[in-house]
């Protein structure tokens, strides 16, 4: 873009009292911003409020000029900065196609993972240290198979999934839809992983620049986190989770809905068995997923030296209390796909979860 034309997206969304849906609402009746700005009180007021129409019809104010200013300056500063308009090439085919798609996204890092196929994994804050391993292996195994890994860059399922993908060295990447201006990091435990994504990956958000972190921006932005994937992975999930939030926007966008079950004792799984019991499909490894998106069988198959059978796994776990990284060395299975066939175990009272993540065998 110009910077005329960058200006006057800006602007756009930069005018008090003009949401998302207004603005592409405008953009439907007179074409790019700069046409907006250009078409007069009496054209604006037959299509938005006059108090509005008469903010738009007037020069920017010095708040809006100053976002404009900031954001230029932003994006001189260095090229894996920029700006993504619904008029772009780049912007997400699948997220344009939501009911509520944001009419600019400002990004940093790998622009061009906007058009990769993706799926989103989301969880809850407080994950447990198995949900966690849970999300970074199938971060990892499906980065593997080519799908783009989206999250919101929370602490714990977040994080967890960002680092899998990250650490899984394929050129898929990660995203991160971030409630606040790419240029604040929150929450700041995530530091260091948000500055790897902004290297290795892509950091994006619909708020201007200097965005502090509002509570009421982040179930906002989940709506995008839904709208750029094929599908949404929830791994942990308490039943007010924001999680279910993106679980159901991405249900509305017609897109699948994934959940990995837990024990039935953890608050931390009711969620994700709410999800089930609603149409969402469990899985218990990334293979259930790859194969329902109809990706290729080649990075998310199990290992050849996987136990076959239930049995074959209490041979392995022995009669002694074994933590899960002793058992995941023993069978070569990744966590995903050994955690849930713990818990087959556990509920058939087979062997009994100890504390330190260990488990111990009943018969």
């Not at 060395?329 to 087979?350: N, V």
Request: proline share 6%.
């Amino acid at each position: 873009m110009l910077a005329a034309e960058r200006a006057a997206w800006l602007r756009l969304i930069a005018t008090p009292g003009l949401g998302p849906r207004t603005a592409r609402h405008l953009l439907g009746h007179f074409g790019l911003p700069n046409q907006i700005f250009d078409a007069g009180l009496a054209a604006l007021t037959r299509v938005v409020p006059e108090p509005l129409a008469g903010l738009l019809a007037s020069d920017a104010s010095a708040d809006v000029q100053s976002v404009i200013e900031a954001t230029e300056h932003w994006l001189q500063a260095s090229p894996q900065h920029a700006l993504v308009s619904l008029a772009d090439a780049e912007y997400p085919q699948l997220l344009l196609n939501t009911p509520d798609p944001p009419p600019l996204l400002f990004a940093v890092g790998r622009v061009e993972l906007l058009t990769r196929p993706a799926l989103a994994i989301v969880g809850s804050r407080n994950a447990t240290q198995q949900g966690l391993a849970n999300a970074a292996a199938f971060a990892a195994a499906l980065a593997r198979s080519g799908l783009t890994i989206v999250s919101g860059l929370a602490l714990g399922i977040d994080a967890a999934a960002h680092q899998g993908a990250l650490d899984a060295g394929s050129d898929a990447g990660t995203i991160a839809v971030v409630g606040t201006g790419v240029d604040i990091t929150y929450p700041a435990g995530n530091r260091a992983l948000a500055q790897r994504i902004r290297n290795e990956g892509l950091v994006i958000s619909e708020f201007p620049l200097r965005t502090p972190a509002l509570a009421q921006n982040f179930p906002r932005r989940n709506r995008i986190i839904a709208g750029l994937a094929r599908g949404v992975l929830v791994v942990e999930a308490a039943l007010r989770s924001g999680s279910l939030i993106t679980a159901r926007f991405a249900a509305d966008a017609g897109r699948d809905v994934f959940a990995v079950p837990g024990s039935i004792h953890s608050p931390l799984a009711k969620g994700c068995h709410r999800l089930i019991r609603e149409g969402a499909k469990l899985v218990d490894s990334a293979q259930d997923i790859a194969a329902e998106l109809g990706l290729g069988r080649s990075e998310t198959r199990r290992e050849e030296n996987e136990p076959a059978s239930p049995s074959e796994l209490l041979e392995l776990i022995g009669h002694d209390p074994v933590d899960l990284d002793t058992l995941a060395q023993r069978t070569g299975r990744d966590a995903a796909d050994l955690a849930a066939a713990l818990l087959e175990l556990e509920l058939a009272q087979d062997i009994e979860r100890l504390p330190g993540n260990r488990y111990q065998r009943l018969r």
